[in-house]
């Protein structure tokens, strides 16, 4: 033994992100925030219509059968996965714009709101799911009023209370990187902060002030596909110059 320490063999550089996959990022953020508010609208606006007005239990029990059955089916079991999955897709690729000007304070909030809202989102459609589960299932007791009220008002509360301030949350976490970033035009903060406001403030159980929501991220969806599609025009005209 010498007492020298032998030299370390040079360490290969870590590889860096592939500038395909980074440009199109934006893109995905856009297709996928567009594919939410469309899912998500929808899946509300399915499920928001109720048992007529005056109806006893049998009525009631007949409309669910009849009409509310499909309407929680098609709602809870085939848009709400989707459109899960598509805002996960959306938070994963904002921050992907947003890029080292990531504040850790502001990303911490804004992707645990993001995962919250996602969280109560699908806790609403499985309490809707289970109606449609014990309606297959023979070993389910039967359906009666009470069960039925009590599924769709615990449900409702998940998603008009609980996933609207969650959402309320992510818009004004996301206005206010955007804006400090400049990632986002200064007018889509502003409504951001409006429509978040709205929502946290709001006490009621109108679907319309939840709809909002996917309007705003349609709105910031459709604006960041425009970017991209400038920045590439920007990018074609230079290397037809050089």
Not at 5 to 21: C, D, I, K, T, W
Not at 45 to 74: H, N, Y
Not at 196 to 219: G, Q
């Amino acid at each position: 033994m010498t007492g020298e320490s032998e030299p370390r063999a040079p360490q290969a550089p870590m590889s860096s992100p592939s500038p395909e996959l980074g440009s199109r990022a934006p893109r995905s953020a856009g297709v996928a925030g567009i594919a939410f508010s469309i899912l998500f609208a929808a899946s509300i606006l399915i499920v928001t219509g109720g048992p007529p007005q005056g109806a006893d239990e049998a009525g009631v029990l007949l409309w669910f059968q009849t009409e509310g059955l499909t309407r929680v089916t098609i709602s809870a079991l085939y848009l709400a996965p989707f459109a899960g999955i598509a805002f996960l897709w959306f938070i994963g690729v904002i921050r992907d714009r947003v890029g080292i000007h990531e504040d850790r304070l502001f990303s911490t909030v804004f992707l645990g709101s993001g995962l919250l809202f996602i969280a109560m989102y699908w806790s609403a459609a499985a309490n809707l799911a289970s109606l449609v589960a014990g309606n297959r299932f023979d070993v389910a007791p039967p359906l009666n009023t009470e069960t039925l009220e009590t599924i769709r008002s615990a449900a409702f509360s998940f998603l008009y209370v609980l996933a609207a301030r969650a959402a309320a949350v992510f818009m004004l976490v996301t206005s206010t990187i955007g804006w400090r970033t400049k990632a986002f035009p200064r007018l889509l903060s502003l409504i951001g902060y409006g429509i978040a406001l709205l929502m946290m403030l709001s006490l009621s159980f109108l679907h319309l002030i939840v709809l909002l929501f996917p309007v705003w991220v349609f709105i910031a969806s459709v604006y960041v596909l425009a970017t991209e599609v400038r920045g590439r025009q920007a990018e074609g005209q230079t290397e037809k110059q050089t």
